[in-house]
């Protein structure tokens, strides 16, 4: 069974940035495509980036392309979003998970906030 735990959330001014981490306990990540996901305030869930196992492909939500980079380290298990230009409209909870034909599997974490002040 693999657990993810999100960090890096915080409270940042439009314009600012941040990174997540999404680390893995229990199993390794490094053979799954990971996806992040965000929920802002009375929303759904939505799909905001995923990599590959290899880091080979990576895909974006249209809201966050050119903004946003998804990228992994598989020796520390971990996979991180780099969010760059950060928007109020990011405002949100923010999840990973392991993603299998576009689905995300498993439990979901605790996630991480993320905050931006205009």
């Known amino acids: 069974q693999v657990k993810v735990v999100e960090s890096g959330g915080g409270l940042v001014q439009a314009g600012g940035s941040l990174r997540l981490s999404c680390a893995a306990t229990?199993?390794?990540?490094?053979?799954?495509?990971v996806g992040w996901f965000r929920q802002a305030p009375g929303k759904e869930r939505d799909f905001v980036s995923s990599i590959t196992w290899n880091g080979g492909s990576t895909v974006y939500a249209d809201s966050v392309k050119g903004r946003f980079i998804i990228s992994r380290d598989n020796a520390k298990n971990t996979v991180y979003l780099q969010m760059n230009s950060l928007k109020p409209e990011d405002t949100a909870v923010y999840y990973c998970a392991r993603v299998l034909g576009g689905t995300p599997q498993g439990d979901w974490g605790q996630g991480t906030q993320v905050a931006v002040s205009s």
């Open positions: 229990g199993r390794t990540l490094s053979v799954y495509t």
